[in-house]
Each structure stands twice: as C-alpha cells, then as structure tokens.
C-alpha cells in the first residue's frame, strides 16, 4: 500500500517556516521526503540549512515581496509547489478595541490577514495542479478572550478566505484548508500564562507542543487529505467542545453540570 503521509518527490514552501510551528512543519515535511523553502522576515539561512531546507526572506505584509520569495523559492527548489503554508503570524493583542492602537490594527491586520490573502494570490502562479495550500488561523477565530478583538478578527478572517479560495481554486484540484491551533508553546505562544489556562479550559488539559501541529499539516500536504479542501482544523486540545470538569468545578464546586 502506498504511504499515504509520504511528500516524497513534493516541493513545499512555508511562511514564517524558521520558528515555531512553521519550522516543525518544515522539519516534518522535509522528514516525509519534501523539497522545502522557508521564508521568513527574520534571517533563517542556517536554520535552513540545519534542516535541510531552502531559505529566502519575505514580509508577507508586502503584497510584491511575497511574489518574489515564491518566485525565488520555486527556483531554488526546482520547480512549482505542491504545497504552499501560509503561516507567518503575529501574536500582539491589545486591550479592548475601545482603547486599540491604530499601530497595533495596522501590523496585525497587515500580517495575519492581508499576509494570508497575498499568499492565495499569488501563490497558485507558482503551484502545480493537485496542490495543497494550508493557512494558519487559530482557535481565536472560534473562541473570543477579551482583548484579543484585532487578533480573532485577522485568525477569522483566513477561515472566510480558506473557504473561498477552495472554491476558486478547485477547478485546478488546489485544495485549501487551514489549521486552527490553540496555546502552543513558541515564542509566540503566551508561556505560563497559557499554560494555566490550557490546563483548565482544554479537554487535554494541557498546553500544545510545536509537534503536536505539525502531524496535521502533513496530513493537509498528503493524499491522505485529497477530498478535503475549505476547512478550518481545530487542534485546540478540545477547549472548543465547552467547559471542563476543571473549571465547573472551580465556578460551581461540583465538577457536574448543575441538574
Ligand atoms: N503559538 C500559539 O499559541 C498559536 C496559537 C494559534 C495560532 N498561532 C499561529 O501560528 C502561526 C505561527 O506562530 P508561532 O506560534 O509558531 O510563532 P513564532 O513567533 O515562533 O513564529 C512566527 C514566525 O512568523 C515570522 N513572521 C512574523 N512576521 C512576519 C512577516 N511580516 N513576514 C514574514 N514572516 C513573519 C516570524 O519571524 C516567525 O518566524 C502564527 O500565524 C500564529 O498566529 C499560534
């Protein structure tokens, strides 16, 4: 039987692919035999060549910079994609929108939504038929936390996007979904904090680690996905399914529902 996970004689290219769940992603990917371009607005050469990938620099925030590095990725790796991973993101959340900064609007929305939306644009000039596309949007894009308005509204925004895109891009055999991750342990991810609140709130009761996203990606970049396009993965350890044990217990004393 074939090996349905494998991305053996694949080329992929991957945003923000030098750190976090980006290059676990790319570690995975370049593991089940992929030709992989890390892009990223932080240096990565040798991050790269660490795991033997390919890098260029973009700011996804910069519609003719992302053009370029999937113009230039493609020549580095030989070819078009067959999987492009937009996920380069920014965590920043502000305070109420009431007192939001027009800064903080700006970066956020320039990066985690227009960033996705250059990336659908562009992207399909440099991919073959039968590709992949997978977005990065969060468990913000379901679950609101005060305070994180501009943040959800951009992770939602790439759920809205995902399912269009896999509408215009079907005639092509593109598929486009995106994963929605919840707290995961990198630098972006809010560290203690986040983890006293997975621990509650989440059914697993725990933080995520980078590896627990990256398996799912590869799942989207593989045949073992190939009906799937236009959706929004949660991998939220559960928090999504409502309250836990844990926290009914915490509000009511009785970790049952009230009867
Ligand atoms: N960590 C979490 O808890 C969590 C939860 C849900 C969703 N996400 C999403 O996962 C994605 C990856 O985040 P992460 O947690 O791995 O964080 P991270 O900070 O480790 O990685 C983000 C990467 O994006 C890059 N980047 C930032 N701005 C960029 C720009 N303008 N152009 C190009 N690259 C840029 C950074 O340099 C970095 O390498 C983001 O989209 C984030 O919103 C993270």
Known sequence: ?????????????????????????????????????????????????????????????????????????????????????????????????????????????????????????????????????????SMAAFINLPGAGVYSAGKRAVTSMTEMAALELGARSIRVNCVCPGYTATALGSGEEGQKLCEAFTALGRVATVDDMAGVYVFLASVASAYMTGQSLKVDGGWGCGPTEKLLELVTGDSAAPG
């Open 1 to 137: 039987m074939t090996d349905l996970f494998s991305l053996a004689g694949k080329r992929a290219f991957i945003t923000g692919g030098t750190s976090g769940i980006g290059r676990a992603v790319a570690e995975a990917f370049v593991a089940q035999g992929a030709t992989v371009a890390v892009a990223d607005i932080t240096d990565g050469t040798a991050i790269a060549k660490e795991i033997g990938a390919h890098f260029v620099s973009v700011d996804v925030s910069n519609e003719e910079s992302v053009r370029k590095a999937l113009q230039q990725a493609a020549e580095l790796c030989g070819g078009n994609f067959d999987t492009v991973v937009l996920n380069a993101g920014v965590g920043d959340v502000g305070p109420t929108f009431e007192k939001t900064k027009q800064a903080l609007i700006e970066k956020v929305t320039k990066i985690n939504h227009w960033g996705v939306l250059y990336g659908l644009k562009h992207a399909p000039a440099y991919m073959n038929d039968g590709g992949s596309i997978i977005s990065t949007s």
